[in-house]
């Protein structure tokens, strides 16, 4: 299968590639932006996990992009689909590098990967997993027009974790956008 | 397939990319003791990211583990092949062996396949197999693959390693 690329007006989603390991050993390296993503890593397993996101696609058929600025080049992130063992449903997951931060790139980033899930996948609804107390990554969520629908253990993240769904392709406009309230 | 990963075979096995089709059987792998040798025991979730991280493997370095399947049963009996995850020393040949395939020599003929692939195709001058100390099963098969014991270290994450070095590439026939 091959590894769609994305654009956006600032960004470019596309596959992961080695030259990502040095900034996601970087985001790895950091407890704080780390935490709700799993959690500090050392540079094997951040080695291991950026190949199992490739491998992901391979075995779902869909995964994590790379999210690039198109200014500069440089990594700002990763979003994309995430289904591994032990997950309840797929979900649009999302991770911000430190030099993207406060500039509304996760926000484009995600909307791209949405609009693409609903409708080039034809997908009808979508999660996010997020862990409690990650806070800015809830207000990306609430954002979207993502609800909380409730949670569940999840035993790979360590402990409960939160669901928020977002709103289904009818509940948006050609953007992708929630429809804004009159 | 996001990146080429070649079939070979030898005269009773397949070698093929991982798949979805490995993941009951390495699941079972890695919930038993067998998983001793390789770093211990894994639940579900890190095997299905295990298999995943092997598929990456060959998109990131151009190879990585072949699965081993028997042609006249059609068992899932392990993995072997050219292997450079992040921390390793240099590139080595690597194995596992499921349950079902021990004791037939499985391992020696999916490894000597392999070998011959990473010096053949991959053009590799030279190959080392990283074994745990505690693995005498896999020292074994690497003292039959006329590979030699060349030093000892201590891995981070694996713990009492073993550096086994095969014979150069102009050396096998």
Redesign the interface.
């Known amino acids: 299968m091959q590894i769609p690329t994305l654009e956006t007006q600032r960004l470019t989603l596309r596959e992961n590639r080695l030259s990502d390991f040095e900034p996601l050993v970087e985001f790895y390296a950091d407890p704080i932006r780390s935490a709700g993503f799993g959690g500090v890593l050392n540079r094997n397993d951040a080695w291991r996990w950026l190949a199992s996101s490739i491998g992901h696609w391979q075995l779902r058929g869909y995964g994590f992009w790379t999210v690039e600025e198109k200014a500069t080049g440089l990594f700002a992130g990763m979003v994309g689909l995430w289904s591994p063992e032990g997950w309840r449903e797929p979900e649009l997951g999302w991770i911000l590098a430190a030099n993207a931060e406060g500039r509304g790139i996760a926000y484009e980033a995600a909307l791209a990967a949405r609009t693409y899930t609903y409708d080039v996948m034809g997908w009808d609804t979508l999660t996010s997993n997020i862990i409690p107390g990650t806070t800015r990554s809830i207000a990306l969520a609430e954002r979207l027009g993502a609800k909380l629908d409730g949670s569940y253990h999840n035993d790979h993240m360590g402990g409960e974790i939160l669901v928020y769904r977002h709103p289904s392709p009818a509940e948006l406009d050609n953007d992708g956008n929630v429809e804004a309230y009159t | ?2 990146i080429g990963i070649p079939t070979l075979e030898t005269d009773r096995l397949i070698l093929r990319a991982p ?2 089709d490995d ?1 009951e059987a390495e699941a079972g792998f890695f919930a038993s003791p067998r998983s001793a040798g390789v770093g211990g025991t894994q ?15 060959w ?2 370095r151009g190879y990585g583990m072949f699965a081993i399947v028997e042609k006249s049963s059609g068992i899932y009996c392990g993995r072997s092949g050219p292997y450079f ?3 390793w020393p240099e590139p080595e040949i690597g194995w596992t062996v499921m349950q079902a395939a021990e004791g037939r020599g499985i391992a020696f003929e999916a490894a000597t396949r392999t070998r011959q692939y990473a010096y053949d195709t991959l053009g590799w001058d030279t190959a080392i197999s990283l074994i745990a100390a505690s693995n005498q099963r896999s020292q074994t098969l690497a003292k039959r693959l006329d590979a030699t014991l060349e030093s000892s270290y201590v891995h ?2 694996f713990g009492d390693m073993q550096v086994w070095r095969h014979p150069a590439a102009g050396v096998l026939q």
Do not use: C, K, N
């Open positions: 397939m996001i798949s979805l993941f639940t579900r979730d890190q095997v299905w990211r295990y298999l995943a991280f092997h598929i990456g493997h998109a990131f995850p992040e921390g981070p994450q």
